[in-house]
């Protein structure tokens, strides 16, 4: 059996524990330190949403024809228009898998580009869009 120093509590297998700092103690803490690291790299890495996850819209005007329209943005369900969306706090990008057409808004200028592939090389669009203030519900009265 090995000699125990002063202050240490001896183990059957002869290791010593410091009482100053247990085991188990040091690596619950170090686990819940590097689960904390993790949870936060995560959440920063999958792009949330830094305006919140309320949903909101936007509203798109073609400066050619000034033809406007609206666009639901749902940041909770990462989507736009019900389809699966990128949301970062650079740009919001997603596909419309109905229509045809990838699209990329982004949010520092307000502009949306559309893509519309074919074999003769495709249509490029430039849109105006901005977030519409969302209306105040009657209850909140």
């Not at 290791?15 to 936060?40: D, F, Y």
């Not at 919140?52 to 406007?68: H, I, K, Q, W, Y």
Request: proline share 6%.
């Amino acid at each position: 059996m090995a000699i125990a120093a002063q202050g240490e509590a001896p183990l059957a297998d002869g290791k010593r524990i410091s009482p100053s700092m247990p085991p188990l103690v040091t690596t619950v803490t170090i686990g819940m330190s590097i689960a904390a690291v993790v949870a936060l790299a995560l959440g920063t890495a999958t792009g949330s949403d830094p305006a919140g996850v309320e949903s909101t819209t936007l509203r798109c005007t073609n400066p050619f024809s000034g033809a406007t329209w609206d666009v639901a943005i749902d940041p909770g369900k990462r989507t736009v228009d019900s389809f699966p969306a990128d949301i970062t706090g650079k740009s919001i990008e997603w596909r419309d898998s109905v229509h045809g057409g990838r699209y990329e808004f982004d949010r520092i200028s307000g502009e949306l580009t559309v893509v519309y592939a074919s074999s003769m090389g495709g249509t490029f669009l430039t849109d105006q869009c901005r977030f519409v203030p969302q209306a105040v519900s009657q209850r909140d009265f």
